[in-house]
């Protein structure tokens, strides 16, 4: 096979021979050169024209030092011995990677699949030291490129070091290996033989938006100013004497403060935000803003408290609002949560109609999926301004879904804006998975996009050492549903929640409603006492023509907006459902 090496100004392939300029580079990355582009481009062009940028837009936008950049930092590493690299890139991608040719890779008459997609191989030659390689567009072609590595001679022993990005592990290239942990299930399924047993380098599908932006510029309906918004409490303290106050504003206030008291008193304390910068590239009229946070704490139980939040220096300050602290030791009192919400205007109607319909309710909890895309900041915008002020009247305890994180990229959007207890398992997220007690309830909040396995045992702790009379357990994959049930929940926490005796397990997901029958090692009794009920509800629209049979379950809907409002006391529970008209379409009451 021959070699191909192509060294020019503008695209630059490493030998060991060319350490010094490898070291410049690493001074470089892709998301700096395209942080600095988008800068440089909502300078220089009009927003009417970002829909119309394409690849000969940018290439020619691009400096040669920036083209040189995204053709050579996506992915890096050295190797030990001359190699061929193989990478196999969608056949449904329209625009090669402007780098690929040019770089020196020639595109074989091979094909890799998985078991949905299609995959060209273009391949190159590499002596002994760095490869560098690009960019996988600025489309955003989700089933991005991968590669894999074989040493040229067959009986040298090729070691792999220094690569970037290193989070992602190296596999067997075989039939049967998974390419994207974001979607570790689908396998390969064909591959050239002379492949086999090369080295994968795994990666996940959000690497594709890197460099995105062609159709990647949005503007948000719901924009920040110097005025307080998305004003939202949480907890991750205890409820009856803290309380987390959030919110936002644009990048011009650099302070916040919560000032509150007791009601009908004139004594005012104050508690200074912590502030953190959000950045959405894309978002070009509203890229920045700063969110705030500040943890009260030392509160008295069972007390009504107002508060205003805001900026002493900018002296822009919230309206007044309200909230009150659990009752120490209360064994009455209620909750409302929902299924997926999507951010749907629809969701949020539903959510103003239940405040007003249910004014004692002590908190709210979304069963995942708040959003379709948790790493766009508009959708963010639209789930807060749509529901207007509710979550700063009355806490919010969400669990993410899997549209919360994405393609692989974590949640970070989520974490920066929820304050959250971080009393979760060790190897998972702070803030994703975690628990609280309110009244006379244990409710484990649980991250079921994060590993099974990982959580388990803390699961079995939190419930084995709780003597509370009520046992919840919210998390976004439902164990029960009639379209693809969730078995490796059902193995991994059914068990436990049996063991246990939680006494109902809430989720979204599915797009439909579902309220089982009490159930206990998948077979359903005849008593509340001996089973658990498994809640499947939905915030949005339902998308189903037909939902099947479920032989457990006791109560279905394949289409409608809901929300579930729950009411404890020491000895009963009582579960009501209610639809967008309000009315009461399902109820259950158990007694302890």
């Not at 939202?232 to 644009?250: E, H, Y």
């Not at 994060?450 to 994959?477: C, G, V, Y």
């Not at 379209?483 to 997901?509: A, C, K, N, R």
Request: proline share 4%; with cysteine.
């Amino acid at each position: 096979m021959k070699k191909y090496i192509l060294v020019s100004a503008i695209f630059l392939i490493y030998s060991c021979s060319q350490t010094e300029k490898q070291e410049q580079k690493n001074n470089a990355s892709v998301k700096g050169v395209m942080d600095s582009v988008i800068t440089r481009l909502y300078e220089e062009v009009e927003p009417k024209a970002y829909d119309s940028i394409d690849d000969n837009f940018i290439l020619n936008f691009l400096s040669d030092n920036e083209k040189s950049v995204l053709a050579t930092r996506y992915q890096y590493f050295k190797v030990n011995v001359p190699v061929t690299v193989s990478l196999m890139r969608h056949v449904d991608q329209v625009t090669v990677p402007f780098w690929l040719k040019e770089s020196g890779f020639i595109k074989t008459n091979d094909i890799v699949k998985n078991e949905v997609y299609e995959y060209e191989v273009w391949q190159k030659d590499f002596n002994a030291g760095w490869v560098n390689l690009g960019i996988p567009g600025f489309d955003k072609d989700r089933v991005v490129y991968f590669i894999s590595v074989g040493p040229k001679n067959s009986t040298d022993e090729l070691k792999i070091t220094e690569r970037y990005p290193e989070k992602y592990s190296l596999e067997v290239f075989e039939k049967g290996a998974f390419t994207y942990h974001d979607w570790s299930d689908l396998k390969i399924t064909e591959l050239p033989k002379e492949l086999v047993g090369q080295v994968l380098f795994t990666t996940v599908r959000g690497r594709a938006r890197e460099a995105h932006v062609e159709g990647a510029f949005r503007k948000t309906i719901f924009p920040s100013s110097n005025q307080p918004d998305q004003i939202m409490l949480t907890w991750s303290g205890d409820p009856s004497n803290s309380m987390d106050v959030q919110w936002r504003c644009n990048s011009t206030v650099k302070d916040g403060t919560v000032q509150y008291w007791k009601k009908n008193s004139n004594d005012t304390l104050s508690s200074k935000a912590k502030v953190s910068v959000m950045e959405d590239r894309m978002l070009y009229n509203d890229r920045y803003i700063n969110r705030f946070t500040s943890n009260l704490n030392h509160l008295e139980a069972d007390m009504s408290y107002e508060y205003r939040v805001g900026s002493a220096a900018s002296k822009s300050w919230s309206t007044v609002r309200n909230f009150k602290t659990e009752a120490k030791d209360s064994k009455e009192f209620s909750f409302i949560w929902f299924g997926d919400t999507h951010r749907d205007p629809k969701w949020a109607e539903l959510l103003n109609d239940a405040h007003l319909r249910h004014p004692e309710t002590s908190f709210y909890s979304i069963a995942g999926d708040l959003v379709s895309t948790g790493l766009y900041r508009t959708e963010w915008d639209q789930f807060f301004g749509y529901s207007k002020d509710v979550f700063s009247y009355k806490p919010l305890m969400p669990v993410p879904g899997n549209h919360d994180r994405q393609d692989g990229l974590g949640a970070w959007m989520y974490y920066q804006l929820f304050s959250l207890p971080e009393n979760g398992p060790e190897k998972v997220d702070l803030e994703s998975t975690y628990a609280f007690r309110y009244g006379n309830a244990l409710l484990l909040m649980i991250d079921a996009t994060q590993p099974n396995e990982a959580q388990t045992r803390w699961i079995e702790d939190q419930l084995k050492n709780s003597n509370a009379t009520w046992k919840f357990a919210m998390f976004h994959f439902p164990p029960y549903n009639f379209e693809e049930p969730y078995l490796d929940i059902q193995q991994e926490w059914g068990g436990l929640f049996d063991t246990y005796h939680v006494d109902m397990v809430m989720s979204g997901h599915i797009h439909y409603y579902m309220r089982s029958k009490p159930i206990n090692n998948g077979t359903v009794v005849d008593s509340f006492a001996d089973g658990t009920v498994y809640a499947v509800s939905i915030g949005t629209h339902g998308n189903h023509d037909d939902i099947g049979e479920e032989p457990y379950a006791e109560k279905r809907f394949k289409d409608g907006q809901f929300y579930q409002y729950m009411t404890l006391t020491d000895k009963t529970l009582k579960y009501t459902t209610y639809n967008k008209l309000g009315e009461m379409v399902d109820e259950l009451l158990i007694k302890k």
